[in-house]
């Protein structure tokens, strides 16, 4: 059994950063490709971010390249989201989530993963 913890949300001006965390247990968190996610109120839940095992391999959606960078810790079993220069159009919970294979092969859609955390509020004022 895999359990995935976000925090670091908040409210935040327009400009302003924050640093998500994802803590996991269980399944060996080292070895899969993670990932982050958003959604917003009556929209789908889309990714933002993904990394490989190793962290040498990343992913970044259109929206938040050059703003936003994810990174892990696997001695800690921990995986970040740094997110800077933000937006009132990044308003969402943000979910980090493990993915279901340990090859970086398809990162980018909710099928490719398999274990999710609670979520985070992230709420960005103009």
């Known amino acids: 059994q895999v359990h995935l913890v976000e925090s670091g949300g908040g409210l935040v001006q327009a400009g302003g950063s924050l640093r998500l965390s994802c803590a996991g247990s269980?399944?060996?968190?080292?070895?899969?490709?993670m990932g982050w996610f958003r959604q917003a109120p009556g929209k789908e839940r889309d990714v933002v971010a993904a990394?490989?095992?190793?962290?040498?391999?990343?992913y970044y959606a259109d929206s938040v390249k050059g703003r936003f960078t994810i990174s892990r810790d696997n001695a800690k079993n921990t995986m970040y989201l740094q997110m800077n220069s933000l937006k009132p159009e990044d308003t969402a919970v943000y979910y980090c989530?493990?993915?279901?294979?340990?090859?970086?092969?398809?990162?980018?859609?909710?099928?490719?993963?398999?274990?999710w955390g609670q979520g985070t509020q992230v709420t960005v004022s103009s």
């Open positions: 989530a493990q993915g279901r294979t340990t090859g970086w092969g398809t990162y980018s859609t909710v099928g490719d993963y398999d274990y």
């Open positions: 269980g399944r060996t968190f080292s070895t899969y490709v």
């Open positions: 990394i490989s095992w190793r962290g040498q391999n990343t």
